[in-house]
């Protein structure tokens, strides 16, 4: 486990200011078809609305993927915070939990808490394979946005193989610079992209200093004007997301156990 010591205000703003250089030099006018990456026994990653065709026996619970390991017991305890100053804690934790998705796929549940001054404010159950290669697919989530203490909404809820959700790439076994494809997939609701940028950018967060980081562009037809960069770290997953765009939203990884 990498050491480390808590961003100051200099490196936040630093760090802030590269991912705004690259958002200027990286727009978000990615072309679906030219940067399908093909994905040895899954065909080629799903971009848009093409059905994945994912086949359950080529699939595993057991994800250890470097850049997104979701290894059962493991927890994640994120800060997230905006300009307004508004601060919410993050807990992400790997059940023992599986659950059977439409398409027959066994998937692994992961706990996604989110607080704000000790009230959730939304809490979900994420749902994750990987497949023979090493890749790891994102087969929807059962969420709920709390108001006083109370579920107020499960609109971001979906399932793949139902009411023509689809799976999408979480992360890829190799990822490679140029590569893109979709994250999910529900015609107007869940159409989150990806394309990966980078492989050897650094990242600091109060956990510690991180090297050889894949870092990535995030964004949806949904929500033209949002743009968001994650970076992640290998044996940890996701260490480091800001929002450039849209917002300035900032997720920064503050506890990990494994």
Known sequence: MTGGRRIGAAAAAASAAVLL??????GSDDSDSSESQTAAGTGTFPQTSEPANLDPADFTTEIDNPYFPLVVGSKWVVRVTDAEGL?????????DQTKRIANRVEARVVS???????????????WYAQDSEGNVWYFGEDTAEYENGKAASTAGSFEAGVNGADAGIAMPAHPEVGQSY???YLAGQAEDR??????????EVPFGHF????????YTPLEPDVLEYK????????VLAQTVSGGSEREELVSYTR
């Open 21 to 26: 250089a690259m958002a200027a030099g990286c």
């Open 87 to 95: 601060e919410q804690r993050q807990v992400i934790t790997v059940t």
């Open 112 to 126: 996604d808490v989110v607080r704000e001054d000790g009230e959730p404010v939304e809490v979900t159950k994420d």
């Open 182 to 184: 979709r994250q999910e």
């Open 194 to 203: 990806t394309a990966v940028l980078s492989l050897d950018e650094q990242a």
């Open 211 to 218: 090297t050889d980081v894949v870092l990535t562009k995030d």
């Open 231 to 238: 970076l992640y770290a290998e044996g940890i997953g996701q």
